[in-house]
């Protein structure tokens, strides 16, 4: 399966890759950002979710 949806933190640039999952967060591969919790968090500055933005 591949995914294409990636976001980007607009305050520090991280990027959430389905692809790759998040595994310090222990969120698995496969996990699509509209499916991460209302309340997740950049695992780099701890920015909320609202702060991503869909990359094109």
């Known amino acids: 399966m591949i995914f294409t ?3 980007v933190c607009t305050d520090c640039g991280h990027i959430f890759n389905p ?6 967060q222990d969120i698995k591969v496969g996990v699509a950002f509209a499916d991460l919790p209302a309340d997740w968090v950049c695992p780099v500055c701890i920015a909320s979710k609202n702060q991503f933005k869909k990359m094109e």
């Open 5 to 7: 949806d990636r976001y």
């Open 19 to 24: 692809e790759k999952g998040e595994p310090l």
